[in-house]
Structure formats: C-alpha cells, structure tokens
C-alpha cells in the first residue's frame, strides 16, 4: 500500500468505459496507463485490438475517417471492410482471410476477413506491481464451416514503456482449415511525418506491384501528404528468426519499434500511404500476404491448422525517448 495515494489508479491503472454516439455507440473501451507515460485504448468490440496508443500524450497510432465504427455496422463482402476501418495502432486481419477480396475452395472471401469486427467474450484485466494483463476471447466459428479461436492477452509494463501481444488460436472444428494473420499496426502523426526514420532490417525487398517497385528505392522513405496518392506496399523478408522494424521521429526524439518472430510470421508488409488525411505508414508483422488466399495457396504459403490443433504468435512493441 503506496500512503500517498488514495486510489491506485492515481499512478496507473485500468478503467472500462462506453461510447456515446455515432457509430460507436455503446461500445466498450479499456484504457490502460502504465505510470511510465504509456496510455493505450483497447476495443473490446472490435477483437481487443488497439485503437489509441500515446506516449507522454504523443500520438502513436493512425485513426482512420471511419472514427470507431460498431460491429453490427460491418459489411463481410468484397472491399467493405474499409468502410469500418477504424485503423487504430492495431487492427487484427484474418483469421479466415487476409488481404484482397477473392473466391478460394468454394468460399467468397472479404477484403482482410472478419475477426477485426467480431466482439471479444470473457474479457479480464489483471495488475501487480510489473504489468497490466488484458485478456479476452474472439470466437470465429459458423455453423456448417469454420470454428476458429483467438484467446488474446496484451502485456503492458509498468517499468517501461512497452507491451506484448501473445495470441494463440485454435481449430475447435473437425476438419482441416485455413489460417491467415496479419497485424496491422498503423503508424500516424505526429509520430509519423516526412522527417521520420523508418528502418527495416530485412535482406530482401520486393514491391507488390508495378506501382510500388516504380519507387522501390524510396520504399524507407516517407513524404508529405499528397492529394490523389495511391498506396504502395514492400514485402520484407529477414534472413534471421528476429524480425524488427523501427520509426523514430527526430523532432520528438520518440522511436516505436515492433520485434517479433519472422519464421513464423513470416509475411512482413509495409503499408505506405502518403494522401491527404489518408496519412498512414503500415508496419505489418503476419504469415501470409495481403494478395488473397487464392494467391498464398498457390505459392505455397498458406497455413493450415488441424482438428484442435494451436499455434501461438508473439509480437512486441517498444516506445523509447
């Protein structure tokens, strides 16, 4: 017991609160501050993912035009999935798809699948004197088709200024199915400007069109905000287990760096996005690319979980000043 204090959360802590109005209306918020200057919203409603990230009151994280947008207003086919693409600093792509609408085994695949709009059940959070654990399980099962389980626990520290996203995600059906993830953390302003340092230590850089390989050699590179820009995104591909990529923003001198294993998230996308308010740089950790499921099938990379087979994946975030 700390004498001087008359609640613990005057130091750090966690509070549950609900939006009013608009489209997010009624949704849940978990806001976590870790006494260290870290402060991040977690949506409930929206697969645990991260919609706010600040450091010492500096925004980390892009939020999209959409603003937080309910699940019930999710549109599962084709591209209208952008329609309620909150962004965030993280939005979790999959599990039953990933990237560009298509048609693969018979199924009608959407723009990045369904989990992201799909509500957490059995959500918890924990504290002691290190860390603030928030957990919570995201159910991707139909009936007559997939039953998929994500079980989430995101770990802020107290001592730092960081946390790890540890999700394991099962097969609780009884055939063989499909399994696509992709992190899709979202840098934004003031964090991310023309000024910024983007590294990414990988051993091979390969456009993913003609549009992004007409620029390749600016790929690290960012701008300022274009009218009428289109998109352009890199794979990386590292040489060893630790995959890395950084953003440091001498102006602040604040640098956001994401590690995790790249054998097993082994698709790593750079998402450059360089518009006007459509102002966003994707660092993107998963095991699969964004062309569709259709495309990782026939190159070989897509991955598969058995009958009430698991597979874990970690990812690390760290703040520094």
């Known amino acids: 017991m700390n ?19 608009g489209k997010g209306d009624g949704m849940r918020l978990i806001q976590v501050e870790n006494g260290k200057g870290l402060m991040m919203t977690l949506s409930p409603d929206r697969c645990l993912d991260i919609s706010r990230l600040r450091v010492d009151g500096i925004n980390m994280g892009y939020f999209s035009a959409c603003g937080y947008v309910a699940p019930a207003y999710y549109e599962g086919t084709g591209d209208n999935w952008l329609k309620s693409f909150t962004a965030g600093f993280l939005t979790t792509c999959g599990l039953q798809a990933v990237g560009t609408p298509c048609r693969d085994d018979g199924e009608e695949l959407p723009l990045h699948g369904s989990i992201g709009n ?31 389980v994500l079980r989430r626990e995101i770990e802020i520290s107290k ?57 390749i050699e600016n790929c690290l590179r960012m701008e300022k905000p274009q009218a009428g820009y289109e998109e352009r995104c890199y794979y990386h591909k590292f040489d060893q287990k630790e995959g890395k990529a950084s953003i440091y923003q001498p102006k602040l001198g604040i640098e956001l760096e994401i590690t995790f294993d790249a054998e097993s998230l082994d698709g790593f996308v750079e998402w450059k996005m360089m518009g006007v308010r459509d102002y966003v740089l994707g660092l993107e950790c998963g095991n699969c690319y964004p062309d569709g499921r259709d495309v990782m099938r026939k190159t070989g990379m897509l991955k598969f979980l058995q009958p009430g087979e698991s597979k874990h994946y970690e990812v690390k975030v760290e703040i520094k000043r």
């Open 3 to 21: 004498p001087y204090i008359g609640h613990e959360s005057q130091l750090a802590g966690v509070e549950e609160h609900r939006l009013i109005g």
């Open 118 to 148: 799909l509500p957490a059940e059995q959500v918890y959070w924990q504290e002691d004197e290190e860390k603030i654990r928030v957990c919570g399980v995201i159910k991707d099962e139909v009936i007559f088709g997939r039953k998929l």
């Open 159 to 215: 001592k730092e200024n960081s946390f790890v996203i540890r999700d394991e995600m099962e097969n609780r059906g009884d055939r063989v199915e499909p399994l696509e993830v992709l992190y899709h953390m979202n840098m934004g302003y003031p964090l991310l400007d023309e000024e910024s340092v983007v590294k990414v230590p990988a051993k091979e850089v390969l456009p993913r069109n003609d549009h992004a390989a007409e620029d």
